[in-house]
């Protein structure tokens, strides 16, 4: 095929997913492949994923799960609240995956401070959660780069008037009316982590934009899917987002993994 842009979702250390999914994609030295972060936690190949993705010379943006390790050792020196905020996140399979080689987690920690929040593609733009609609492309921080979620997916008008803004963070099905597996379309924006690590789901999925196409493996059933995006994406009323934004948060809702 070659010359494709291909972005792909939410790995959270799912490398044998990861593998099976670019033997169906199949990208070569001509296609650009963009990764949305969060190639860590939660899954049992952390390691594995950011080795891969630097030995290839991939494009990885920042995620909050990078984001957290990251705040572990801000200057330096050890942050225990932060520590236990990453643990409790999936930290502690990402430790599992490194083993011993502390030299090895500290080269990739290097790597993930040069990871860039954004990318301006052109016509498509891409952030690891979004943007928030109250600010300016300027008055972005990591912060909403890599964590906003409903008032980004409630916008009822698309935040760049020329740009499709690409994202992964909030596992499609916990929009409206979105099930498992499904990409979530909202006005100017594709949220296109499926949940890779999540038993409800378990899709890791690949977006070839260039010819609308949608690649999909499941890590738990080991099936692999090629849809085209049209048929892959659910339309997300913003309405509905704002209703639940308004609902007073349940115990359940405070206590659900991202």
């Not at 997913?17 to 990764?35: C, H, K, S, T, W």
């Not at 301006?120 to 109250?134: N, T």
């Not at 995006?229 to 209703?243: C, F, G, K, N, Y």
């Amino acid at each position: 095929m070659g010359n494709r842009r291909i972005f792909i979702g939410d790995v959270h250390g799912h490398y044998d997913g990861l593998m099976r999914l670019l033997e169906v994609i199949a990208p070569d030295a001509r296609d650009q492949v963009y990764f949305l972060g969060d190639l860590i936690d939660r899954g049992p190949k952390s390691a594995q994923v950011v080795s891969f993705v630097r030995r290839q010379g991939y494009v990885s943006l920042l995620g909050n799960h990078e984001q957290m390790l990251l705040e572990v050792m801000p200057h330096g020196k050890l942050s225990y609240q932060a520590l236990q905020a990453w643990l409790f996140s999936g930290g502690q399979t990402t430790m599992q995956s490194y083993g011993k080689s502390d030299d090895l987690l500290m080269e990739h920690v290097t790597w993930m401070r040069s990871l860039p929040t954004h990318l301006d593609l052109g016509d498509i733009w891409l952030s690891h959660a979004g943007m928030h609609p109250a600010l300016s492309v300027a008055d972005h921080t990591a912060q909403e780069y890599c964590w906003v979620r409903d008032e980004f997916h409630s916008m009822t008008r698309p935040y760049f008037p020329n740009k499709l803004i690409i994202t992964g963070h909030t596992i499609t099905f916990t929009l409206p009316n979105v099930p498992p597996g499904a990409i979530a379309q909202g006005q100017g924006w594709l949220d296109i982590d499926t949940g890779a690590y999540h038993p409800r789901s378990g899709w890791l999925t690949g977006l070839d934009h260039t010819h609308q196409r949608v690649y999909q493996v499941n890590v738990q059933t080991q099936e692999s899917r090629v849809l085209p995006l049209a048929e892959a994406s659910v339309q997300i009323d913003p309405a509905r987002v704002m209703a639940r934004r308004r609902q007073p948060m349940t115990l359940e809702a405070l206590t659900k993994p991202v």
